[in-house]
Structure formats: C-alpha cells, structure tokens
T-cell receptor, first 109, second 112 residues
C-alpha cells in the first residue's frame, strides 16, 4: 500500500504557481521522496526527488519539511500542459515504486 | 538520448491466450521494471530485472513472468489471459541502484 497521502484533486490558474502537498509521516531516514506525473494514458514522467534538502530543477522545486514528514512540489508557472495526475512516492530504492492515488491537477485557462 | 520504448503500443487478445510485451530501455540502463496500471488498482509493481536476473517481484500470480536479455531488453509474458488482465503495462528503466526510473509510453492490452 502507498505510504503517502495527497489530496485527490486541485485546480490552479494558468501562469500561477501550483503547490502540491504530500504527507509522508512514516518515511524512514534512508527513503527519498520522488515526484512523478502522468498525463492521461501516457507513461509516468519523472519530475524531481530529494532526501532532506530542498531541490530545484528545470521542471519544479521540491520543499521538504525539516522533520521530513511532508513535502510540497511547486510548479512555478503552471501551463495547461501541466494538467496531469501527480504522484508523491517515498522509496528507499528507486527500483520498486509504490504509487498511490495521486493528485489530479487541473490548470485552468 | 532515446527514451524507453515499448512494443506493441496496443494489443487485443481473447481470454485464455497468452501475450508477450517488449521493452527496450534507455541506452546504458541495466535495470528494467514492469508495472500494471488499471483504473481499479492503480499502478502496481510487477517485477524488476537487472543484468538478466529478477531482483524484485510484486504480488502477482505466476501467470505473469518476464525475462531480460544480455542487451538489457526485457520481455513480459502473461499466460492464460483473463478479462482482469486488461490494463496499461508500463516498463521503466534505470541505471540500477538508487537511480531514477524512466518510464516508457506503455502497452495497452485489452482482453476480450
């Protein structure tokens, strides 16, 4: 079973920042937080991952709380193409990912 | 660098038949994992192969099997197909270890 908790859906206005929360209260010290997204009927796309420090790449930023029990994925300027299901995953190894239900993000024009 | 490719993209079979799906990983990647995605169960891990050896296995019946070749390409086989096997089958590749997995577009299997 997935060990993370995410809201089932969120809306965001185009051009605004989308902030997607995730609770992972049972995360252990050697587990990373991974974020993937899946656009309808396509394969999941890797976005970003982190252990305890905040991370940023060309797609998004990942903010992890100091106690590591929650994190927020930030898409700084959401576009219509960012509409997708976003999955937050805690994994000790990237080899076996356990996906939950994710958050359906809808970017509105 | 080319991404993960899966063939075929779409497949229709009837109950009782068997099917083989193929996955070509990103060049240089030695780990291939397979996942099943259905509306009811979501994305579930099937198994992972690394250097031609199965390294991890999910909770699926023995009808689901796989293998990996020396060039890291992988095949997944499902025997005695059931209606409930209709799903999107995804493979993902990585260098191995703690490296990030990258997914292919999937094979949409429909069992009639």
């Amino acid at each position: 079973d997935a060990k993370t908790t995410q809201p089932p859906s969120m809306d965001c206005a185009e051009g605004r920042a989308a902030n997607l929360p995730c609770n992972h209260s049972t995360i252990s010290g050697n587990e990373y937080v991974y974020w993937y997204r899946q656009i309808h009927s396509q394969g999941p796309q890797y976005i970003i991952h982190g252990l305890k420090n905040n991370e940023t790449n060309e797609m998004a930023s990942l903010i992890i709380t100091e106690d590591r029990k929650s994190s927020t994925l930030i898409l700084p300027h959401a576009t219509l193409r960012d509409t997708a299901v976003y999955y937050c995953i805690e994994a000790g190894s990237a080899r076996q990912l356990t996906f939950g239900s994710g958050t359906q993000l809808t970017v509105l024009p | 660098k080319a991404g993960v490719t899966q063939t075929p993209r779409y497949l229709i079979k009837t109950r009782g038949q068997q099917v083989t799906l193929s996955c070509s990983p990103i060049s240089g990647h030695r780990s291939v994992s397979w996942y099943q995605q259905t509306p009811g169960q979501g994305l579930q891990f099937l198994f992972e192969y690394f250097s031609e050896t199965q390294r991890n296995k999910g909770n699926f019946p023995g009808r689901f099997s796989g293998r990996q070749f020396s060039n890291s390409r992988s095949e997944m086989n499902v025997s005695t197909l059931e209606l409930g096997d209709s799903a999107l089958y995804l493979c993902a590749s990585s260098l191995g270890g703690l490296d990030t997995q990258y997914f292919g577009p999937g094979t949409r299997l429909t069992v009639l």
